[in-house]
T-cell receptor
Framework: DARVTQTPRHKVTEMGQEVTMRCQPI?????VFWYRQTMMQGLELLAY????????DSGMPKDRFSAEMPDATLATLKIQPSEPRDSAVYFC?????????????FGPGTRLTVT | AQSVAQPEDQVNVAEGNPLTVKCTYS??????LFWYVQYPNRGLQFLLK??????LVKGSYGFEAEFNKSQTSFHLKKPSALVSDSALYFC???????????FGKGTRLHILP
């Protein structure tokens, strides 16, 4: 049963620290998305990749967030420095860009708490 | 511009009764529509999609959705609700000529025993 995996599942850190979240997309998928979910804002798209190339990161605070795909099996989302307002659940999703296949499959999320 | 609206923040249904969770959309081009479910402390799970073809789409866990082009709606339905269906449901629409999909704000479904 193919799944998107994310690590860590939970992260508590102090303000100013660097946070790195990792995602392993489903093998064979060629799109990867990073979302943030909060009670106030709901689900926000932060960035996405197709065939490892970043196509849209307009949802990310540029000064502190960065997203990369060093290879097809790993996507990372980094926050440096972290702030309390970054506290949220961060989801990675993967999918396959094709004529009838645009659904995305989500990982379990990383719950980030910045104190 | 593409958008999706879920007019109800919460829907309460008695167990065994039929349920409907509403969704309306606005798209450029042909609509690609999706429903997702999120259980507590979990990621979103894909339930079903409409791309083309029959207006009634069947998905996981006995859910189905009816595409109505004239009303620009894509309501999620189930003939007989289970307590275990209680969760947060998201309607979504694909951005025209893009890989991105836009999610609604979600509807919390409570199935009352």
């Amino acid at each position: 049963d193919a799944r998107v995996t994310q690590t860590p599942r939970h992260k508590v850190t102090e303000m100013g620290q660097e946070v790195t979240m990792r995602c392993q997309p489903i093998l064979g998928h060629n799109t990867v998305f990073w979302y943030r979910q909060t009670m106030m804002q709901g689900l926000e798209l932060l960035a996405y990749f197709r065939n490892r190339a970043p196509l849209d990161d307009s949802g990310m605070p540029k000064d502190r967030f960065s997203a990369e795909m060093p290879d097809a099996t790993l996507a990372t989302l980094k926050i440096q420095p972290s702030e309390p307002r970054d506290s949220a659940v961060y989801f990675c999703a993967s999918g396959f860009s094709g004529r009838t296949s645009y659904e995305q499959y989500f990982g379990p999320g990383t719950r980030l708490t910045v104190t | 511009a593409q958008s999706v609206a879920q007019p109800e923040d919460q829907v309460n249904v008695a167990e065994g009764n039929p349920l409907t969770v509403k969704c309306t959309y606005s798209v450029s081009g042909n609509p690609y529509l999706f429903w997702y479910v999120q259980y507590p402390n979990r990621g979103l799970q894909f339930l079903l999609k409409y791309i083309t073809g029959d207006n009634l789409v069947k998905g996981s866990y006995g859910f189905e959705a009816e595409f109505n082009k004239s009303q620009t709606s894509f309501h999620l339905k189930k003939p007989s609700a289970l307590v275990s269906d209680s969760a947060l449901y998201f309607c979504a629409v694909r951005v025209y000529r893009d890989d991105k999909i836009i999610f609604g704000k979600g509807t919390r479904l409570h199935i009352l025993p």
